[in-house]
């Protein structure tokens, strides 16, 4: 059975392989074509840029079906490798002026306008699954209430991870009850909107955002797109959301506590860490952390653009222990043991190239982020063990995937993380004592 699958993953390789190179005989065809005629016919480029968006859709789409980690049946050499890298990367100008129109660096841009419905729709991680419940069942059973405002010295480091981040709120909330509120909050994408939630000290606002918004379009799906040009409605979250589920903004903007948010430059290829009360629209910096890449238009902040601080480092632990922290708690939306798989690393690397070729820094931080993440992980680990931190993880592997449908799953991995959390905190307050 086992090979069979591995069989049929294959197959779908080669179809995912097959459409990456379609595209880019798309993407040619399109420069040869503008290159001898200037008065194209607009009904022709409307069906080139039509046809590319949704290839790059089914690309992202097979994806997600893949694993990671399945053996190369045909590896190839590191010369073809390089040869097919370089050939993307140095295409002529014209091609590469055209590769900026039809897949542009942020490529939902046009995506709402050019695709129909139906082809979005396609995509389940975008759009709600209609066989199940739209709203967490137990959406009524969520806590509610405000932390005290009792600060505790230390820092709390939140990972990234999309729809994982719910085990991060159960954290949080289990937190908030036990009147643990941390000084300093740094978060990376959904870490860095679960710490509004803590920060502000709202019990289970993050939560109840996640498990009653997940199907509504205006916050994931074609609505969010045709307003925001990506995947995640962030102006449904912080404008519309906010006026009719506030948040105290008076306890977020408290001097006494640091709240900070790593967004990647794309630039540098490094993560950015911005600061509340140092930056001069925080909400548009938490944005830039968890605007997903490859499917959202980059946030553009003192005219550089940012993308999912993700991208290159998922965990801000590193920052904590250069500000100095003697007492840092870490939050990994992974289990224990789980270290990012290293297989697929090329086919990744050809759609960083097809998509980001603009930004070689980013393209060389992408290239190492795999193995500079794992090696985060183990030093996590090693630092756990000599005592000079607190972890919480899962204790079992999370079985969704990043923008998971299913509310049972979501609300199950809320609940994970809230009663984890609950039979340790006594152990966390013994850490904090010493």
């Known amino acids: 059975m086992k090979q069979e699958s591995e069989n049929i993953y294959r197959l779908l390789h080669r179809a995912q392989e097959s459409v990456l190179r379609a595209q880019e005989d798309l993407i040619e065809a399109g420069s040869q074509l503008s290159e001898v005629s200037c008065d194209q016919d607009n009904a022709l480029t409307e069906s080139l840029e039509h046809m590319s968006n949704s290839l790059h859709m089914a690309i992202l789409e097979l994806d997600d079906l893949i694993p990671e980690d399945l053996p190369d049946e045909d590896a190839l050499s590191s010369e073809t490798k390089t040869s097919l890298l370089s050939g993307i990367s140095s295409l002529p100008r014209a091609t590469a002026e055209k590769i900026s129109d039809l897949i542009p660096d942020h490529p939902m841009e046009k995506l709402a306008g050019l695709?129909?419905?139906?082809?979005?729709?396609?995509?389940?991680?975008?759009?709600?699954?209609?066989?199940?419940?739209?709203?967490?069942?137990?959406l009524d059973q969520i806590p509610r209430g405000r932390a005290s405002r009792e600060i505790r010295p230390g820092a709390l480091i939140l990972e990234g991870g999309a729809f994982r981040g719910l085990y991060t709120q159960g954290v949080l909330d289990a937190l908030m009850e036990a009147n643990i509120n941390f000084q300093t909050t740094a978060g990376i994408s959904a870490g860095a909107l679960s710490a509004l939630g803590y920060v502000s000290g709202e019990i289970g606002w993050s939560a109840r955002l996640n498990l009653s918004l997940r199907h509504d379009t205006n916050y994931i799906g074609l609505d969010a797109m045709r307003r925001d040009h990506g995947i995640t409605g962030f102006s449904y979250i912080f404008e519309d959301q906010l006026k009719e589920h506030p948040i105290e903004l008076d306890r977020l903007n408290d001097p006494r506590r640091r709240l900070v948010v790593g967004a990647t430059d794309m630039n540098t290829g490094l993560v950015h860490f911005f600061e509340n009360g140092r930056c001069r629209d925080f909400f548009r910096a938490a944005r830039a952390s968890a605007t997903v890449p490859y499917v959202s238009r980059p946030v553009v902040i003192d005219q550089v653009p940012y993308l999912d601080g993700g991208m290159v480092c998922n965990i801000p632990y590193q920052w904590a222990v250069d500000e100095g922290y003697d007492k840092i708690v870490v939050v990994k939306t992974r289990d224990h043991s789980y270290r990012k798989p290293t297989g697929g690393a090329f086919r990744q690397q050809r759609i960083n190239h097809l998509y980001y070729h603009n930004y070689p820094r980013l393209l060389d931080a992408l290239s190492h982020s795999t193995e500079n993440y794992n090696a985060l992980l183990d030093q996590i680990d090693r630092d756990?063990?000599?005592?000079?931190?607190?972890?919480?993880?899962?204790?079992?592997?999370?079985?969704?995937?990043?923008?998971?449908?299913?509310?049972?799953?979501?609300?199950?991995?809320?609940?994970?993380?809230?009663?984890?959390?609950?039979?340790?905190?006594?152990?966390?307050?013994?850490?904090?004592?010493?």
């Open 115 to 138: 695709v129909p419905d139906t082809a979005v729709e396609r995509i389940s991680e975008l759009l709600p699954d209609r066989g199940r419940a739209l709203i967490y069942s137990g």
């Open 384 to 434: 756990e063990k000599a005592g000079k931190i607190f972890v919480f993880s899962p204790k079992d592997p999370v079985e969704i995937n990043r923008f998971e449908s299913d509310m049972d799953k979501l609300g199950d991995l809320y609940w994970k993380g809230y009663r984890e959390t609950k039979q340790r905190i006594e152990e966390l307050k013994e850490y904090l004592s010493k």
